[in-house]
């Protein structure tokens, strides 16, 4: 925060002087020198602009290794623990206000990776929110992006009975990683993943 403060102004520095200069000026020499100055504005703007978003990249790669040290690494993704429990709604938009989304396993290694993950860091027999929700259409269970569900680990006791008040996922750790639905509206921990870049 620092540091982009420290561009911010000395980009306004810079803008002010150029300004205070072509003020400085004989009439006659400004307008000659205008479009020249108006030049070296725009070049000066790009420049403190260009300075702003790598200094966002910045922030977001130091947030991300941050996540990683705190959590795991999983398959190209850096997962984050989140012991408070939450409505599903809540526990998604924390993990976006992070620059992440709840976990959603893509395969029978990652599902159980991320199974052991929750054991040691939440509970033995948690359950965790899922970023898998059929919220839109009964029975289609989508990602947070909407896109279909490829990989799935249901409990052979889940049946798409149709029942439109369970609509969002979670992964059982007491159950050896295997995917409920649940009522969005009750409070369950959850995992956050973030793609490593």
Request: a negative charge; proline letters at 3%; glycine letters at 8%.
């Amino acid at each position: 925060m620092d540091f982009r403060r420290t561009c911010l102004l000395l980009g306004v520095t810079l803008l002010f002087l150029g300004h205070s200069t072509s003020q400085q000026m004989p009439a006659k020499n400004m307008v000659k020198n205008e479009p020249q100055q108006n030049a070296l504005l725009k070049d000066l703007q790009l420049q403190v602009l260009d300075i702003v978003k790598e200094v966002h990249l910045l922030k977001e790669q130091l947030a991300l290794q941050i996540v990683c040290l705190k959590g795991d690494k999983l398959y190209g993704k850096c997962i984050l623990a989140e012991a408070a429990k939450k409505r599903y709604h809540a526990a998604s938009e924390d993990c976006n206000a992070k620059g992440g989304v709840l976990a959603t396993p893509s395969s029978h290694d990652e599902n159980q990776k991320l199974h052991d993950y929750v054991r040691r860091t939440i509970g033995p027999e948690e359950q965790i929110w899922l970023g898998i929700n059929d919220i839109q259409t009964e029975g289609v269970w989508t990602d947070q992006t909407g896109s279909s569900v490829t990989y799935k680990n249901w409990d052979p006791s889940f049946s798409s009975s149709g029942d439109r008040a369970l609509n969002c996922a979670v992964l059982s750790a007491g159950d050896g990683g295997k995917w409920l639905d649940e009522n969005c509206r009750e409070e369950r921990a959850s995992v956050c993943e973030f793609n490593i870049v």
